[in-house]
């Protein structure tokens, strides 16, 4: 079995309001292998952007980190000062955000920004780098003294993705990347990680809500649903012995591309995620289950292991 | 570039909106103030002068419209009549007087609030919770709560007039002679310590308040966040990405602000007698002097919108989607 | 966990509003004392006009706050003058978001060519300079409260008009809005039944700065003798004690209390408002509870994500 990356054991994080805390991340647990791209899909709310930030402990206010243990490449991320934080980050892990406009700094040139992160790190680097990085995502060089707003968002997406690679690190989190483009240019930018991953060896955590998308680029896949980990597996596993009735409803909502039924969306799952502030007794999917017993609101359903590295969270599988 | 040239074309219509308001306001107010201006005059002056002051009025039995005309090519020509308060001497003479001190007093402070309040609004944002972020944002709107003129009462009161350490009044010492020499800038910096400082002080509260909000939601922005994701040191993330990112807004507001401080200004003059126009418009309302108030107001306009413009280039230079805008 | 949340909903979330944050219930007691006394002073006051003793007097136990250059209580036009100049502030407080809202809602709702030319006559408004403005109008009209209220809403408008219009714009792209036009409802309802109530506490918070703005402009005014220098008002206050020189005989208690009263209804009116912006924007308050948690856990709140682990699951 290949050495794991990233370590993370009954995280929890929650939210400080004034009508008191709401747990954002609930008890989750789940390692990143050397060289792996390890894909989390969940609807919107389900955790999963909250999980990377506080990987990278720059969830803002009011998040605070609650609960468990993160182990990256042998240090506890939760036990880092401030100086030594910055230094994993981007170093070690990198990051790209989910919106490409919104992401990069609209007054400083693309170059610049790049730049900044060399700076930042004493690593050695310049302009010259900075061009070579942009090529290496598929954009001309000289457009290092480009302004974000002078892109397109797909070549927004790829300066994103060249950031992210500027000081090759070891985990690069992509976060929705290619939610805002077009079926084409996500194929391409896809592609374009997946031959950069095998070149340079960087493990992956792909967050999409977009499951066919992900079943196409992951070596493993990991479903959230309202805070919690609901079922996670190697991607083949998943695709045709998926054992969560959740999961089964997004493998129907998004049929794998190329499987003939285009109308995405045709059997959504009805209903709507819970409230995170009020969550429902039990197992937090019931209300929305078509196999829901009596039980299931009873009690929480325990992880159970499936097989070598399939575990679900479901009475039914108990 | 096509962007300034809008922005100009702007100013000249709220120019022109503004030479047409002062055209027509005489002739909309009740009781025609003018006429009995005139009336009021008469016999005090020389029938040619008087000739003079009705035509600034366009009073004359032109059709409205010639007058109108008239009185466009009058005031392009720098002519804005005859000061009834000054008289015999012409509004263009009297105001060109003062019209450096108050672009001096008004520039100078507005300059020195922006930079200082928008420095201390980013250090509150930063340090939130900290006492630049709890105690000096609500002292600084009290200040900013008394009238600027009434601060410069207390100012001239405490520290001119019972401790004696500014000078009472007026822009520089009466004998001495203006002149590009440390011996005159010197006193003038003297003179305008007061009027300036109650200014500013009366001013910094509202930049750093804004400059302080701006920067709270622009640090919870993606780009600062993936600023900070990439390990920056703590001050680059903050000026480089979120106080670059947060001037913006606040420089659109300098421009609007503008107006504003310059009548501020202009009623801070009055308390230290400074010899701008805020003085003379005080003597033009005692003496109803129609031509030398509708006069300052035009040369103010046209100075705040000449300012407007030059914090647009300024815009454009700190903006770069400005620049490509419509180019 | 969020026992007894009911949800408080009308007049109730602005009572909250102002009694959670401590700026904003400082803000309220000290705009109540002042309501208060514009209310009953005048009744209690002496009469301001009345020449009571030697001009110029200090405070004293006869007269609180001393006497005029004309021998007249300050304390008496000092309670006097509060009603006359907080009603115009507020009036015109009210006048400017009306004006401001028809205009700006107007221009935002219908867009194109509407919008344009609005958005044009406020913008122009905007960066002709107020003050001046204001005193050439003023000059030309009798003078008096009316004429001051008149020239201070000529004046004030197009700032609210702007903001307005930008709100309206970003409401119009609202799903339900635009549903509601597809149906068909009718314009004046949208705006009126969809529009407006989400920018019920815009709408406030511009009131109270459209107050402040009011109470400074209409004090300044009167101060350079284009008030009824006969009444009593704040500015005419000041007016009086500028024109009987006393700052050069020391007469500081001419001034010094009416200044501290304008100053102070401001600041109330200012604070009052930072407690509403809460509800327009709730990042404000969440970082204060999150700070608050944060100490009653003995940390300090820190630029990265904070660590405070718990030990059992509760």
């Known amino acids: 079995m290949t050495e794991s990356l990233l370590t993370i054991r009954d995280f929890c994080v929650d939210y400080v309001t004034d009508e008191g805390r709401v747990r954002a991340i609930d008890d989750v647990s789940l390692d990143v292998k050397r060289g792996e791209i390890l894909g989390i899909a969940g609807e919107s709310g389900s955790g999963k952007t909250t999980l990377v930030q506080a990987l990278l402990r720059i969830l803002p206010p009011p998040a605070v980190i609650s609960r468990g243990e993160i182990m990256f490449e042998g240090k506890d991320i939760l036990a880092l000062e401030e100086e030594e934080l910055r230094a994993m980050r981007w170093g070690r892990i990198s990051m790209v955000f989910q919106s490409a406009m919104d992401s990069l700094n609209p007054v400083v040139t693309i170059g610049e920004q790049i730049e900044d992160t060399f700076r930042a790190h004493n690593a050695k680097g310049g302009r010259d780098r900075a061009a070579e990085l942009l090529d290496m995502v598929g954009i001309p060089g000289d457009r290092v003294d480009s302004y974000a707003h002078q892109l397109s968002g797909g070549m927004r997406q790829r300066v994103g993705i060249a950031l992210a690679l500027a000081l090759e690190p070891s985990l690069v989190i992509l976060d929705e990347p290619t939610t805002a483009l077009d079926v084409i240019v996500e194929r391409e930018i896809l592609q374009e990680v997946r031959q950069l991953q095998r070149k340079l060896g960087f493990s992956v955590l792909f967050i999409t809500h977009d499951l066919a998308r992900m079943l196409q680029v992951s070596d493993r896949v990991a479903i959230f649903y309202a805070a919690r980990l609901a079922e996670i597996g190697p991607t083949n596993e998943l695709r045709s012995n998926a054992r969560h009735p959740y999961t089964r409803g997004l493998l129907k909502a998004f049929p794998p591309i190329g499987s003939g039924t285009e109308a995405r969306d045709a059997h959504s799952i009805p209903g709507s995620p819970p409230s995170l502030r009020n969550p429902p007794t039990g197992c937090r999917f019931h209300p929305r289950c078509d196999q829901a017993r009596p039980e299931c609101a009873a009690r929480e359903p325990h992880q159970t292991t499936l097989s070598e590295g399939h575990k679900a969270d479901c009475i039914l599988t108990d | 570039m096509v962007y300034i040239f809008q922005r100009l074309a702007f100013y000249a219509l709220a120019a022109w909106v503004a030479l047409t308001l002062n055209f027509f306001l005489p002739r909309l107010m009740p009781g025609d103030p003018a006429t009995a201006l005139v009336a009021r005059l008469q016999g005090r002056l020389a029938p040619g002068a008087l000739e003079a002051l009705r035509e600034t009025f366009g009073l004359t039995d032109a059709p409205l419209i010639s007058q109108y005309f008239m009185y466009l090519s009058h005031v392009l020509r720098g002519d804005f009549g005859i000061s009834v308060a000054y008289f015999p001497a012409p509004v263009s003479e009297v105001i060109g007087t003062g019209l450096i001190w108050t672009i001096f007093l008004a520039g100078t402070a507005v300059l020195i609030s922006f930079a200082i309040g928008t420095l201390l609004g980013v250090m509150a944002a930063w340090w939130r919770g900290s006492w630049l972020d709890t105690i000096l944002p609500p002292s600084l709107v009290f200040l900013g709560a008394f009238p600027y003129f009434w601060l410069a009462m207390l100012a001239l009161y405490a520290l001119g007039f019972t401790l004696g350490w500014f000078p009472l009044g007026h822009a520089y010492g009466d004998d001495l002679t203006p002149g590009f020499n440390w011996l005159f800038l010197s006193d003038v910096v003297r003179h305008g310590a007061l009027p300036i400082g109650t200014v500013v002080l009366a001013t910094l509260g509202g930049w750093l308040l804004s400059m302080r909000n701006t920067m709270v939601s622009i640090l919870g922005s993606d780009y600062v966040n993936l600023a900070r994701a990439k390990g920056l040191p703590p001050s680059r993330v903050v000026l480089r990405y979120a106080a670059r990112n947060a001037l913006l807004p606040s420089v659109t507001g300098f421009g609007m602000a503008l107006g504003f401080v310059l009548g501020g200004s202009l009623l801070t003059e009055i308390v230290f007698s400074y010899p701008g126009q805020g003085y003379l418009l005080v003597q033009a309302v005692r003496n109803q002097d129609y031509p030398l108030m509708q006069g300052i107001f035009l040369v103010i306009t046209l100075a705040v919108l000449g300012a407007n413009w030059l914090v647009d280039i300024v815009y454009l230079w700190l903006d770069p989607r400005t620049r490509e805008s419509g180019g | ?314």
């Not at chain 3, 109730?12 to 904003?24: F, L, N, S, T, Y």
């Not at chain 3, 021998?71 to 015109?92: H, K, M």
């Not at chain 3, 001419?254 to 408002?273: D, E, K, Q, R, S």
């Open chain 3, 1 to 314: 966990m969020s026992g007894g949340a009911e949800k408080t909903t009308g007049i109730g979330i602005w009572v909250e509003a102002i009694r959670r944050d401590r700026k904003a219930t400082i803000g309220a007691v000290i705009l109540a004392l002042f309501v208060l006394l514009a209310v009953v002073g005048p009744f209690v006051a002496e009469d301001p006009d009345e020449l009571v003793g030697v001009p110029l007097q200090p405070p004293s136990m006869q007269h609180w706050l001393g006497t005029t250059g004309q021998g007249q209580d300050v304390l008496a036009q000092l309670l006097v003058g509060s009603r006359t100049s907080l009603l115009i502030g507020f009036s015109v407080g009210i006048s400017v978001v009306l004006i401001g809202a028809l205009i700006g809602v107007t221009a935002g709702y219908f867009g194109g060519r509407i919008d344009a030319l609005l958005t044009l006559l406020f913008n122009v408004f905007l960066v002709i300079p107020g003050l001046p403005l204001a005193i050439i109008i003023a000059a030309y009209l009798p003078a008096g409260p009316f004429t001051i209220m008149f020239v201070l809403i000529v004046t004030g408008w197009a700032w609210n008009a702007r903001v307005l219009r930008a709100q309206t714009l970003a409401q119009r792209k609202r799903d339900f809005v635009f549903a509601s036009v597809v149906a068909g409802e009718s314009s004046f309802r949208i705006v009126t039944r969809e529009i407006l109530p989400t920018m019920t506490s815009l709408l406030v918070s511009q009131v109270i700065g459209g107050t402040v703005y009011a109470i400074g402009a209409q004090v300044g005014l009167e101060y350079l003798g284009l008030g009824d220098v006969s009444a009593f008002t704040w500015g005419t206050n000041l007016y009086w004690a500028q024109n009987d020189s006393a700052l050069l005989t020391g007469a500081w208690w001419t001034f010094v209390p009416t200044g501290i009263c304008v100053a102070l209804v401001g600041f109330g009116l200012t604070m009052l408002n930072s407690g509403f912006d809460e509800i327009t924007n709730p990042r404000l308050g969440l970082e204060r509870s999150w700070r608050a948690y944060l100490l009653s856990k003995g940390r300090k709140p820190q630029r990265s994500t904070p660590v405070v682990l718990e030990g059992t699951r509760d």
